[in-house]
């Protein structure tokens, strides 16, 4: 009979963080050679995210579209505007609008 894991334990998600946040900073520096790759990235990120029931920070969900799940560069694939004490992201790839409570 297979064990059930409700949880998993917290040294593999450690690791899974520091993978995760691995990911996104190479997806930043592979960015300007080909975004393809940095997709890639937020994917495998994304993955290990869910496996491990992680939730992502709030200052790498700010970096992918929640659409498509492109890596979101300001200036080069995604527009960033203030409207409203919020701070909206719009994803050129899907044209999917994010907004994000400013503190
Ligand atoms: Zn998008």
Redesign the pocket.
């Known amino acids: 009979m297979p064990k059930r894991y409700s949880k998993k334990p917290a040294q593999q998600q450690k690791i899974a963080k520091k993978r995760i946040e691995f990911l996104f900073r190479h997806a930043k520096e592979v960015f300007k050679e080909d975004s393809s790759i940095s997709d890639k990235y937020v994917k495998m990120a994304r993955r290990i995210a869910m496996k491990y029931k992680i939730r992502l920070p709030p200052s790498l969900k700010k970096r992918f579209?929640k659409?498509?799940h492109?890596y979101l560069v300001p200036g080069a694939n995604c527009r960033v505007r203030i409207h409203k004490h919020r701070v909206i992201y719009y994803?050129l790839?899907?044209r999917?609008y994010m907004r994000h409570p400013v503190k």
């Open positions: 579209c659409n498509c492109r994803c790839g899907c999917h």
